[in-house]
């Protein structure tokens, strides 16, 4: 069972806004009022969650930074990832297109169901950061085998 948490749902809607805007027009609406056209927008990296059996596995797309920069804190049913995403300094130079966002993020994801946290395992490789998050023994599905009388 998921919480559902409609602002949540708004942000995510936003979000999804704002990259629209920047990626097609180089710009978000509230860059736009403020007179900011070039303005960079937030970083905010993509991530995949899906449910094994065993365990939840979230996969976090962060290119260009380094694990020692990513912070990542689990509880029994939550993941938060957080760090900053620092573009390369040029000189002399006009940005024309920055589809790299960069700043500080700090995102946190509610999962589908209870993970122990004291056995997650976390790898970052090219890039991608991969959380493996077991299944608590309580939220492990059971099949008990039940004999038909009859």
Same mark, same amino acid.
């Given at each position: 069972?998921?919480?559902? *948490?409609?602002?949540? @749902?708004?942000?995510?809607?936003?979000?999804?806004?704002?990259?629209?805007?920047?990626?097609?027009?180089?710009?978000?609406?509230?860059?736009?009022?403020?007179?900011?056209?070039? %303005?960079?927008?937030?970083?905010?990296?993509?991530?995949?969650?899906?449910?094994?059996? !065993?365990?939840?596995?979230?996969?976090?797309?962060?290119?260009?930074?380094?694990? *020692?920069? &990513?912070?990542?804190?689990?509880?029994? !049913?939550?993941?938060?990832?957080?760090?900053?995403?620092?573009?390369? @300094?040029?000189?002399? %130079?006009?940005?024309?297109?920055?589809?790299?966002?960069?700043?500080?993020?700090?995102?946190?994801?509610?999962?589908?169901?209870? &993970?122990?946290?004291?056995?997650?395992?976390?790898?970052?490789?090219?890039?991608?950061?991969?959380?493996?998050?077991?299944?608590? @023994?309580?939220?492990?599905?059971?099949?008990?085998?039940? !004999?038909?009388?009859?």
């Amino acid at each position: 069972m998921t919480r559902w *948490d409609p602002w949540r @749902e708004i942000q995510d809607m936003r979000r999804t806004m704002d990259e629209m805007f920047s990626r097609f027009m180089g710009f978000t609406p509230l860059s736009r009022l403020l007179a900011e056209p070039t %303005a960079p927008t937030a970083f905010e990296p993509p991530v995949d969650i899906y449910e094994t059996p !065993d365990e939840v596995v979230v996969m976090a797309y962060i290119p260009g930074m380094s694990k *020692d920069a &990513i912070n990542l804190e689990v509880t029994t !049913d939550s993941i938060s990832l957080s760090g900053e995403r620092k573009l390369p @300094e040029v000189q002399n %130079a006009t940005w024309h297109v920055q589809g790299m966002g960069s700043g500080s993020f700090a995102v946190t994801y509610s999962l589908p169901i209870e &993970i122990d946290p004291n056995k997650v395992k976390a790898t970052y490789h090219e890039g991608v950061l991969e959380v493996r998050l077991p299944k608590s @023994e309580a939220a492990k599905p059971k099949q008990v085998k039940v !004999d038909i009388q009859g």
